[in-house]
T-cell receptor, first 117, second 112 residues
């Protein structure tokens, strides 16, 4: 099976712009979670989607949003970009019906490196 | 708020020895705890999961223990190899709060 794929791998944006990142989970996985990783804050949970519904959410402002499509592919959007949004954005998929938060193994993609200038 | 501490930022050990990494947490015990490996420029790779009612889990050269009294998990790699060099992350999940929290990681270096 192909692993989790994320596009694009690298992105440079300017403050105030918006960005959309894409994630394709492993075939058959219905849970997709998004994370932000920075040197200062480490890996932080953004949100989790299951069957096109946001099921769990971390402590991030409303500028961070996401959605999931019927084929389980997911997109994450960040509006009004700030310098502090520069990070590696990772998505992870899980086969566990209850998602990664309930004890399932999560499979991470390679991430999208976002740089905000 | 819940905090996780991984014992050190970096650990250097000799090939063949056992590497032991520590993950300590405060306040409430999680429903389960996971360990991941992350190589530079790559996403984390799942290694092991241990639930709150389990004391120990093994997988090949890897062993994880979970002590809810000490609020601590230990991650062991026996017969360590240079290829084991990576950053190791622990993650705690709380079902009731639908929350997952990652530690900052320990960078492990195995020297030949």
């Amino acid at each position: 099976k192909a692993g989790v794929t994320q596009t694009p791998r690298y992105l440079i944006k300017t403050r105030g712009q918006q960005v959309t990142l894409s994630c394709s989970p492993i075939s058959g996985h219905r849970s997709v979670s998004w994370y932000q990783q920075t040197p200062g804050q480490g890996l932080q949970f953004l949100f989790e989607y299951f069957s096109e519904t946001q099921r769990n959410k971390g402590n991030f402002p409303g500028r961070f949003s996401g959605r999931q499509f019927s084929n389980s592919r997911s997109e994450m959007n960040v509006s009004t970009l700030e310098l502090g949004d520069s990070a590696l954005y990772l998505c992870a998929s899980s086969q566990n019906e209850q998602g990664g938060l309930a004890g399932g193994e999560q499979y991470f993609g390679p991430g999208t490196r976002l740089t905000v200038t | 708020s819940q905090k996780i501490e991984q014992n050190s930022e970096a650990l250097n050990i000799q090939e063949g020895k056992t590497a032991t990494l520590t993950c300590n947490y405060t306040n409430y015990s999680p429903a389960y705890l996971q360990w991941y490996r992350q190589d530079p420029g790559r996403g984390p790779v799942f290694l092991l999961l241990i639930r709150e009612n389990e004391k120990e889990k093994r997988k090949e050269r890897l062993k994880v223990t979970f002590d809810t009294t000490l609020k601590q998990s230990l991650f062991h790699i026996t017969a360590s190899q240079p290829a084991d060099s990576a950053t190791y992350l622990c993650a705690l999940a709380y079902s009731s709060a639908s929350k997952i929290i990652f530690g900052s990681g320990t960078r492990l270096s195995i020297r030949p």
